[in-house]
């Protein structure tokens, strides 16, 4: 197995169980800061958070997979991640237990959906794969956001902030890998979650 063959995953925890993501998508891990709710929004959008003068819609992962709201704690994180919404990125972040490490998988390693039994709806998982004996499931994030989530997400990006750019910013963390730090310069991460 060589390492050009391999997938980086980020991994992340949702109700106590571990998902993982392509880190290509992932842009940035920020500590869980104010959000601004939206009015009639469903329950999975937390709200809008600004970071450095961009407004960012911040979905609720465990609502949206129906496992009920994310309640915060100090290891609650924001992974902002750059979705494909009709041709043009978007900005869109997820709420997630806490970060874990960013791995790195030959794509034989990981196994298709189990066909029920999972705890998140197998439209939305890309495959199962172990590390060191613990299961983690590799959503397929722009499935879990589809078009309608999307536009809500697209439309909730218009609110204007009457704050400074870096006024309301959350604070970034860094992002370390057990063996050595992440290559990946846009990712920064949660180390307490290692």
Not at 49 to 54: D, S
Not at 139 to 166: G, M, N, S, Y
Request: charged share 25%; hydrophobic share 40%.
């Amino acid at each position: 197995m060589t390492v050009s063959h391999c997938i980086q995953l980020l991994t992340f925890t949702l109700a106590g169980e571990v998902y993982a993501t392509n880190v290509e998508s992932a842009r940035e891990v920020l500590e869980f800061a104010h959000v601004t709710p939206l009015p009639k929004a469903p329950p999975w959008m937390r709200g809008v958070l600004n970071l450095r003068g961009n407004v960012i819609p911040v979905l609720d992962m465990k609502q949206k997979l129906g496992m009920g709201p994310t309640e915060t704690t100090r290891d609650t994180c924001v992974l902002i991640l750059e979705i494909d919404f009709d041709g043009e990125s978007t900005l869109v972040g997820m709420l997630a237990d806490s970060v874990r490490e960013v791995i790195e998988v030959h794509p034989t390693e990981l196994e298709p959906p189990p066909r029920f039994g999972s705890r998140v709806s197998t439209e939305y998982v890309k495959g199962v794969g172990r590390r060191h004996e613990q299961l983690y499931i590799l959503l397929d994030i722009p499935k879990v956001f589809a078009d309608h989530d999307l536009e809500l997400a697209q439309e909730a990006k218009t609110i204007d902030f009457d704050v400074a750019p870096d006024a309301a910013s959350p604070r970034e963390l860094s992002l370390h890998d057990s063996a050595s730090e992440v290559t990946t310069d846009s990712i920064i991460g949660h180390e307490d979650a290692l």
